[in-house]
Nanobody, 115 residues
Framework: QVQLVESGGGLVQAGGSLRLSCAPS????????MGWYRQAPGKQRELVAR???????NYADSVKGRFTISRDYPKNTVYLQMNSLKPEDTAVYYC?????????WGKGTLVTVSS
């Protein structure tokens, strides 16, 4: 059974940077896209960014210009570089991998941005 292994969460000061990574524990074929969602306390989970197998990226309006999603194709590792972090970015971030038939989710990593 393939699992998504996340890392990079933690505590950072406002204006700082953090990079999240997500790597499947095994090989996944036919990936449609990989992405990151987040859920803040008392709020619904929202899409932060995603990247397709062809390299097309999408970002939430709230993170455009600050976050960058990228992918290591040989390893199918997805990264989320987060710059100019704001307190409102505080949330649990979840890695998501979508294939033609399956939807994989990471267990989440907490990002806390202090003011």
């Amino acid at each position: 059974q393939v699992q998504l292994v996340e890392s990079g969460g933690g505590l950072v000061q406002a204006g700082g940077s953090l990079r999240l990574s997500c790597a499947p524990s095994g090989i996944i074929f036919s990936i449609n896209y990989m992405g990151w969602y987040r859920q803040a306390p008392g709020k619904q989970r929202e899409l932060v960014a995603r990247i397709t197998s062809g390299g097309t990226t999408n970002y939430a309006d709230s993170v455009k210009g600050r976050f960058t999603i990228s992918r290591d194709y040989p390893k199918n590792t997805v990264y989320l570089q987060m710059n100019s972090l704001k307190p409102e970015d505080t949330a649990v971030y979840y890695c998501n991998v979508v294939t033609p038939s399956l939807n994989y989710w990471g267990k989440g990593t907490l990002v806390t941005v202090s003011s």
